[in-house]
């Protein structure tokens, strides 16, 4: 008896979770008002060209899929990268067109649905590490470009690994909850007020580019605010601090110029400063790729992203350093650092960046700047810079007390507006990160 | 731009020529080999400033002992560590996180210049073991163990232990931290080498004795005159070498 009412249940429940499965698996709606355009590239689709197979990897390589689709030593798109998060692992998908073990099966429409709505092939609701909020405001011809690549990269035979979430981030059905509070679907709207440029820029800043994954802080659910969006936060799991592309007193771009901002993300340095850590990872798989058309696109949008001062003022109570700590900042600077950044703090730009006022030393967090003297950096080799200048680690050399110390003396001196940092925080990334 | 960088260039001389004089006056300390110092920026010495806090201003090492010396060690080897550390195959994470970034040809331009380097030798370890030991660790060096089928480290790291052309490092200079290091990870099976692995098939049969004393014996030994490493093929090696194809 025990038993019949056990399956009745079970049986009950499935049928429930079907029905929840079809609700959200219902097809997504096709994109209003395709327009001639679309329709004209759309109609080259079924039989791709050499120009959107083309355009295809181009756009791949603008939403950087290589990146967390490809092992180190594995073959492109063919997935088994784990990736850590707070939920648990979750190891990427093969992407290549294996019939079996890829998505050689899947039809551009089953494609576009991926990418516009989170939901794959077989009606799975995909995790938000795949950034589909992102990618659904890409159009459906630049996904059909896309799936036109991809479908011409050698297909590999290699079989998905489980993600190894745990309990109950495991549960593939909750995703429905977080889709509610966090998932709004819809290509790009272009802004009429804002010229081709800008609406370029933006389209490739908010959709491909998926700048948000990192840029807009997440939650303790996976989730993000658009309110918040691109003012920064902690990345999960890496322990980098992505600062806010809205705020001018961290990433901000509004107070620089095109030129600079295009070599930044292009060429991985520019005379205002390098990119190092996560985002060294952005420009060498996807950024040095962009053309410069495209580069000043988004240039144009994100110098418009920061209007806006984030918080008050730093009070100048709160840069008051004890005398002692500024000397012994000072004369490290001058034995280990001033050969490459000088006295002065001007650095060689662009090959050794600018310390005096970089936004990226003076920001509220310290994180970066501590982890850069403690883990030093490569900016990425780049097509326009392929024998980048390096900074080496000083873990070793520079016990917590005496990087606290030159940490707080660049964040403070030539009239820096940075915070003195305490040998505490540079113990606590110490020991989080691998020696 | 040209301008402009000849310009940095004769600024750059001008600060490092003070710098020099300055840390010559002052008497170099043991810490001036882990102090970044270049004299032009545009040059391949300022591009491998991150290389120096650990491996010394021209790959001579450091007084850590985990860190090696890297001068004079043949290209194609450094070069083969370099991809074998951005690809995360050879494990070490602030190896792997300095290159994760870097392309191949850029690699191998640091690989070959730290092999141009000849720089002097750090003295010779003293050995915290007792004289039982060294003589088991010159016996394999020198010998090997033929009953085991170990070859002697000289049959391939070359008579004066600096290695061959074109993929096999030289050990002279090398501390015994780092030695124990490298050859515990290989019979662990974490560091590995091209196939076929001669180096694992040598590794596995030591015993943690064995590479006690073998370390301790390598880490005594003093630089021939000439530290280039051996030319490759001189002799035939005991063990088919992936790293020599």
Redesign the interface.
Known sequence: MKLVLRLAMIGFIAVLLAAVAWWVLRPGPMPHNPGRVAQKQRGTAPNPTTQTINRGEYLARAGDCVACHTE??GKPFAGGRAMATPFGNLYVPNITPDDETGIGQWTSDEFYRMMHTGVSRDGALLYPAMPFASYTKVTRADSDAIYAYIMSVPPVKQKNRPHELRFPFNKRELLVGWRTLYFKEGEYKADPKQSAQWNRGAYLVEGLGHCAMCHTAINALGGSKEAQAFEGGMIPNQNWYAPSLTSNREAGLGEWSTRDIVDLLQTGISLRATVYGPM??V??NSLQYMSDEDAEAMAAYLRTLAQKDTGPAVPSSARLVQPAVMESGRATYE???A??H?TDGKG?AP??PPLAGNQSITMASPVNSIRMVL???????TRKN????????????LDDEAAAAVVTYIRVAWNNTGTPVTPAQVNELRRL??? | MSVLATL?DAM?RY??TG?LALTAALGASA?DE?????KS??SIE?????????HGQSGQGTQ?GYFPRIAGKPSRYLYNQLIAF????RKY??MN???????D??LK?MADHFARQRPAFAPGQAPPVDAATIERGKAIATVGDPARAIPACIACHGAGLTGMEPGIPGLVGLRSAYITAQLTRWRVGDRRAAEPDCMKRIATRLSEKDVAAVSAFLAMQAPPKDASPESANLVRMPLACGSQH
């Open positions: 180190p030593t060294a990872e420009t060498y034995k280990q650092c050969i490459c000088r060689w090959y050794y883990n030093g950096g490569y900016p990425p080799g392929p024998r980048p200048h390096g900074m080496p680690p000083f873990s070793r050399i990160l691998p020696e | 940095v750059a600060l490092v710098i810490q882990a102090i970044p110092s270049f920026v545009d300022a591009r491998v400033q991150g290389c120096v806090t650990c850590n951005r690809d995360g195959t994470p602030p996180y300095l290159v994760a970034y870097l392309p040809a850029y331009e």
